[in-house]
Structures are given as structure tokens and as C-alpha cells.
């Protein structure tokens, strides 16, 4: 979740294409996805081909009316039989700022569908778009934001991302996004990303592959069920009656 034009689409790219490099847990195995041609058209931009033509970021995506979740599914594999399947939504900011001003608005019904079946959010604040003239609107709407996805939590994991950690934003900027998040989610993780590689020379982005370790490995709260009631093994009795 995050404003237009934060990166989440390219976040989503730059991942594909680490994962192809062999950027996954050791634990973890890539066991497949359903939807090779939607990460490919999501990914292509920013890879370097032979000619001319250079990397780019993603173009945007788009909030047309008509416009479902894009859907992106990866499967991994742990061990010989455990497979845990992921899917991860591309959608347009305009839906997400038009959810966090009104929830029951006609144009926020994407975002409240993502709200309402996701297991795990990336809650996305943008250093460039905080850094520019715009920067108090751009603060605004984070805010906004995250207030609103606070009310529709039930307690399911959140990560508070940085995108574009590369651009440098003035300290009291940082503090107040950061205070005004954790302040509607207190327990939010931290990460800072940008696709831009730091001096260690691993072409790897700044904090990509531990935001995605993150993702992999973060669980909503499980379902916990009642003691088994007496000594009956029957399974449509051993919980009991209410």
C-alpha cells in the first residue's frame, strides 16, 4: 500500500528479477508461479538488453475503473513436502489515497478488497516524492494512510517500507512519517530500500532481499482452537459444543 508513483510496482520487479539470480532464503527453493507473464511484463523495464535501449522504471499502473488487483503468485518449497504459495497484489496508489480520505468510497473498492484479504502488509513511504515540493502532501497522505489501515489491522503483520532509500529527506521529515505510523501501527518492522546498489559491488539494491526474506517468513495470527473436549478422537465432536 502506498501513494502513485512510490515504487511498489518496481519493488515487485526489482524482486523477480533477484529471485532469479538466486536471491532466496537458503531454506527455500522457487517451486513455480502461475503468473510468469504478468511478473515478466511487471520486470522487463528494468532490465538491461543488448542495444540502445536502457532500463526503465515500470510504467504506471494504471486505476481504471473497470481494474481489478493485479495478481502475482510465487510458490516455494521447504524441504521435500512442505509448499507455501504467495500472492502479491500491483495495484495503483490513486486507490489506496482515495481509501485512506473515505473507505466506503466507489473508487477505493480495490484497496478494500486488498484490505480486507491480505495476510501481510508493506505500508510504502516515498523519500523522493517527501523530499520534493510537494513533500507536505506527500507526508499527508502516509499519515493518512496508515490510520486507516490501522482500523482494519486485526493484527496482521505490517512493514513500514522507505522507498527510494538512496534520496536523502530532512530529519524531522523522517521522524514525523515515522512517529505517525507507529503511533496507528506500534508494531510495525522497518526496512529502507532502494534499487540503486551501495558500494559493496552486489548489484543486489539497498535492503530488497531482507524486505523479501521478511515477507516470505511473516505470518498473521494464527487460528487458535479450543482443547480437545474429553477422550473422543471423532473429528466433528473433538472440539466440543457451543
Not at 224 to 234: K, Q
Request: include cysteine; charged fraction near 25%.
Amino acid at each position: 500500500m502506498g501513494p502513485q508513483n512510490a515504487g511498489k510496482t518496481t519493488l515487485l520487479g526489482a524482486w523477480y528479477l533477484l529471485l532469479g539470480r538466486g536471491a532466496i532464503p537458503d531454506d527455500l527453493r522457487f517451486s513455480g508461479s502461475c503468473s510468469l507473464a504478468g511478473w515478466e511484463a511487471v520486470a522487463s523495464s528494468l532490465r538491461w538488453e543488448p542495444g540502445s535501449i536502457r532500463p526503465s522504471f515500470p510504467p504506471h499502473t494504471s486505476s481504471r475503473s473497470t481494474r481489478v488487483p493485479g495478481l502475482l503468485h510465487l510458490a516455494f518449497k521447504r524441504g521435500v513436502d512442505h509448499r507455501r504459495d504467495y500472492v502479491m497484489t500491483d495495484a495503483p496508489g490513486e486507490w489506496f489515497r482515495n481509501w485512506a480520505v473515505n473507505r466506503d468510497a466507489p473508487a477505493a473498492e480495490g484497496a478494500r478488497w486488498a484490505a480486507e484479504h491480505a495476510d501481510v502488509f508493506l505500508l510504502v513511504a516515498d523519500r523522493e516524492a517527501l523530499a520534493g515540493p510537494e513533500k507536505g502532501a506527500a507526508r499527508t497522505d502516509i499519515q493518512l494512510l496508515a490510520r486507516r489501515l490501522a482500523d482494519d489491522l486485526r493484527g496482521r503483520p505490517v512493514a513500514l517500507v522507505w522507498t527510494k532509500a538512496d534520496t536523502p529527506i530532512p530529519e524531522d521529515t523522517e521522524e514525523a512519517v515515522r512517529s505517525a505510523v507507529l503511533r496507528a501501527v506500534p508494531r510495525a518492522t522497518e526496512f529502507a530500500v532502494s534499487i540503486m546498489s551501495e558500494s559493496d559491488g552486489t548489484g543486489t539494491g539497498q535492503g530488497l532481499v531482507d524486505l523479501l526474506r521478511w515477507v516470505l517468513y511473516a505470518r498473521r495470527p494464527a487460528l487458535r482452537l479450543p482443547e480437545p473436549a474429553g477422550d473422543n478422537l471423532d473429528p466433528l465432536f473433538i472440539f466440543g459444543v457451543r
